[in-house]
């Protein structure tokens, strides 16, 4: 069963605007991933963030991390026309070993 | 070289029908895996293949059997699919974690789009 939930399920932004997009887990974790999905195609990792890190930085990304919450975020600043895809929290256990658990995503759209 | 490569990339087959979808990396990641996906779903774990050895099967029908020859390569072979295998089908390729401290980011291939009639 998928252990991450995301919200919201879609949105909807102008060029230039912030997105935001959360990740709520259940179970404690390793470390929690992003992926990003252009429509039908494969997943495309943008950042990675370990139980013990709060905040991380990549570009134009930030991800927060709230272990007591069971939650992250990601924060995508000055967004273009090329971030419209799907984006996915993905979550490690210790004792998942490769396993990778993804929440049901995000769909972004950014309007020119 | 960073990816990984699938195909074909389209595939449409009949209930019948015997086929194989393929995958292949040459980054030296020792851990390989598939993914079912299914339109606005999550990609959903079906295999995973450590040191080319099966290392997890998530209760997979046997009607998809999964194959890793070399350390480079990775198939699923399909036969007596339902309609309701129609999918993306995503391989993905990482090094091992050896350790709780390693990270294991996994690389996709652009998937199979499989449609079964």
């Known amino acids: 069963s998928q252990q991450g939930e995301e919200d919201p399920q879609a949105l909807s932004i102008q060029e230039g605007e912030n997105a935001t997009m959360n990740c709520s887990y259940k179970?404690?974790?390793?470390?929690l991933q992003w992926y990003r999905q252009n429509s039908g195609r494969g997943l495309v990792h943008l950042i990675l963030?370990?139980?013990?890190?709060r905040e991380k930085h990549s570009g134009r990304l930030r991800v927060t991390l709230d272990t007591s919450k069971k939650s992250s975020s990601l924060l995508i600043t000055a967004s273009r026309a090329a971030d419209t895809a799907s984006y996915f929290c993905a979550t490690t256990k210790e004792t998942s070993g490769s396993r990778l658990t993804f929440g049901e995503g995000t769909q972004l759209t950014v309007n020119p | 070289d960073t990816e990984v490569t699938q195909t074909p990339k389209h595939l449409v087959m009949g209930m019948t029908n015997k086929k194989s979808l393929k995958c292949e990396q040459h980054?030296?990641?020792?851990?390989m895996y598939w993914y079912k996906q299914k339109a606005k779903k999550p990609p959903e774990l079906m295999f995973v293949y450590s040191y080319e050895k099966l290392s997890i099967n998530e209760s997979v029908p046997s009607r998809f059997s999964p194959e890793c020859p070399n350390s480079s390569l990775l198939n699923l072979h399909l036969h007596a699919l339902q309609p309701e295998d129609s999918a993306l089908y995503l391989c993905?390729?990482?090094?091992?974690?050896?350790?709780?401290?390693?990270?294991?980011?996994?690389?996709f291939g652009p998937g199979t789009r499989l449609t079964v009639l």
């Open positions: 993905a390729s990482s090094q091992v974690k050896r350790t709780s401290g390693d990270v294991n980011e996994q690389f």
């Open positions: 179970t404690s974790i390793n470390n």
């Open positions: 980054m030296g990641h020792r851990a």
């Open positions: 963030i370990r139980s013990n890190e």
